[in-house]
């Protein structure tokens, strides 16, 4: 009960209701619609639980949300476990939340579809992505448990239809809490080992708890990047997981993948008995039609010794006759080469290279001799040429010099300078240009006057004219 006189602060009383409701309000039930649904980055889950004359606020925390398969959703109608209590920091009454799930569809099909919706949208379903089976199967790989009766199902399968092939076991368990994480790992060693052709993920019939882990999404994606082609076939042909969806075929059993993993033995003996039945009939037409030609040439060739050494004894005289011609040729050419050697020998250009050496010597000396004629006519020529020169050089200068001292005398009677030394002078303004006249002349403006012997530079204080 409350002290009526007793004065609380805002965080006691909070505490005393938090307190109270807590310790009066048992653990309930409560049926409702979810609204105004929060996912912040802390992974806690806030929403409102509503009916239709009220609502409640609701906290999901992290650490209860392991066991919910399904993603909750504005306006999903959920039934939860709930334990009330007071958010002391708001004053907010509030719902813990222990447990929900779905009403109607069951928290396992409801989280089923989601997934598949989600995966389906993002295209990790679509045919395009679908590897196809080889057609000749060496390994196969198997991940499942190696205590279930599934490996043994394969195992007999294959003995009786392929027994060609070696079977590889990924084991791995196939249910319970982490158990999408072994499988995962299995099929990533299977695939990695690059030793498998095909694989085969497998699992008896069970119920949908017992097949869940074929139904996370870490197990699917895993799947989807699997490099070598993988087939499905989890529980009974009835049965369904995300698995088959993903996987590049779907088997509705672990005994009908290994069928559709490898060829049939039987039908394979059957192709190799037609085809050693065809082979032998095509022996037998190519024997038939190489007999026919060879039965066409001795028809063609009726005694073949005979001829054979007809055209033997025609070989021999042949040879005969190319041997002779040979040695008869070999023999005119000699003589031929004898012949034409005595006539070179009889025109031999060797006299007569010496006798041009010779003339070619006289020849020589008589050119010098006649170019050391002009050589001598030129330099007397050229040392005529070379006074002569000298002479109209010193007459030419000597002419130039007088005309330059008459020019310059000339010059000089004209120049102003001559002007100034009989006491004349020359004025001029700032700008250098020569004063004739006063008009040009203002007061206080700088002039320079030029005499013979220097500039005077002076300042305008009166003008007069005359």
């Known amino acids: 009960m409350f002290d009526l006189d007793e004065i609380y602060s805002v965080s006691s009383f909070l505490s005393l209701c938090n307190k109270t409701v807590e310790n009066n309000i048992p653990t309930c039930w409560l049926q409702g619609e979810i609204s105004n649904l929060a996912r912040p980055a802390s992974g806690h889950w806030y929403f409102s639980l509503k009916d239709n ?59 089923f579809e989601q997934l598949k919706s989600q995966l389906s949208k993002e295209g990790l379903f679509d045919s395009i992505h679908k590897k196809p089976l080889p057609e000749i199967v060496n390994t196969i790989g198997v991940i499942s448990s190696s205590t279930g009766a599934v490996i043994q199902d394969i195992i007999r399968v294959l003995h009786k239809r392929y027994p060609f092939s070696e079977i590889l076991l990924f084991d791995s368990v196939v249910q319970g809490e982490g158990s999408e994480i072994k499988l995962a790992q299995a099929i990533e060693a299977a695939d990695q080992s690059n030793r498998c052709d095909v694989l085969i993920l497998a699992r008896g019939g069970g119920s949908l708890e017992d097949l869940w882990a074929f139904n996370e999404e870490s197990l699917a994606r895993v799947i989807f990047t699997t490099n070598t082609p993988i087939i499905s076939a989890i529980g009974h042909e009835t049965d369904t997981t995300i698995a088959d969806f993903v996987a590049d075929v779907r088997a509705p059993t672990p005994s009908a993948a290994a069928m559709l993993a490898t060829p049939d033995r039987l039908e394979i003996l059957s192709s190799l008995d037609k085809l050693t039945a065809l082979l032998q009939q095509h022996t037998r037409q190519y024997q038939q039609h190489q007999q026919a030609q060879l039965d066409l040439l001795k028809l063609r060739i009726p005694t073949p010794d005979k001829t054979i050494n007809y055209l033997s004894q025609q070989l021999d005289y042949l040879s005969h006759r190319l041997t002779t011609s040979a040695i008869s040729r070999v023999s005119n050419d000699e003589s031929r080469l004898s012949t034409l050697y005595a006539t070179l020998k009889q025109h031999s250009p060797k006299e007569h290279i010496r006798h041009s050496i010779e003339l070619n010597k006289l020849s020589v000396h008589q050119l010098n001799q006649q170019i050391n004629k002009i050589i001598n006519d030129n330099t007397n020529i050229l040392d005529s040429l070379k006074n002569r020169l000298n002479n109209s050089s010193v007459l030419m200068v000597d002419r130039y010099k007088n005309a330059l001292s008459i020019h310059a005398n000339t010059l000089n009677l004209l120049s102003p300078l001559s002007t100034l030394s009989r006491g004349y002078s020359i ?40």
């Open 53 to 111: 004359r009220g609502q409640v606020r609701c906290a999901l925390f992290r650490l209860n949300q392991r066991n919910i398969k399904f993603t909750p959703e504005n306006g999903m109608e959920v039934l939860v476990r709930a334990a009330p209590t007071l958010y002391e920091a708001r004053g907010d009454f509030q719902l813990i939340i222990q447990h929900i799930e779905p009403i109607g569809a069951g928290n396992l099909n409801l989280a």
């Open 427 to 466: 004025t001029t303004n700032v700008e250098n240009q020569v004063l004739s006249s006063i008009e040009n002349i203002d007061k206080n403006q700088m002039i320079s006057t030029r005499l013979s012997s220097g500039i005077i530079h002076s300042k305008v204080v009166k003008i007069e004219k005359n």
